[in-house]
């Protein structure tokens, strides 16, 4: 299994992006999903995730403004960032929990990781 990160980018306060994170190889279906992002001098941190039922989890400072969402026939999930602010700015991650075989194998990893950039 890969994951491919797309979406990222510089752009204004204000401003919107939307990340995606595609999955390629034997998959079945994606479980769980979750986006991270780290600044620099910062630790990872999730700011939302979603699995297979229920319903999303978001980072108090994204509330409002990000989006995760799925796409489960391209086996995709994006993060759609809404009003971003300069403090947004950071390399997002996407950590994917996926069913690889139908005996319940799973497989997890990360995203190469892409750069958003938010000016004031």
């Known amino acids: 299994v890969q994951l491919m990160e797309s979406g990222g980018g510089l752009v204004q306060a204000g401003g919107s992006l939307r990340l995606a994170c595609v999955a390629s190889g034997s998959i079945f279906r994606i479980d769980a999903a979750g986006w991270y992002r780290q600044a620099p001098g910062n630790r990872r941190e999730l700011v939302a995730g979603?699995?297979?039922?229920?319903?999303?989890i978001y980072e108090d400072s994204v509330k409002g403004r990000f989006t995760i969402s799925r796409d489960n026939a391209k086996n995709t999930v994006y993060l759609q960032m809404d009003s971003l602010k300069p403090e947004d700015t950071a390399v997002y991650y996407c950590?994917?929990?996926?069913?690889?075989?139908?005996?319940?194998?799973?497989?997890?990893?990360w995203g190469q990781g892409t750069q958003v950039t938010v000016s004031s």
């Open positions: 950590n994917l929990n996926v069913l690889i075989d139908t005996d319940g194998s799973e497989w997890t990893g």
């Open positions: 979603i699995a297979r039922t229920g319903m999303p």
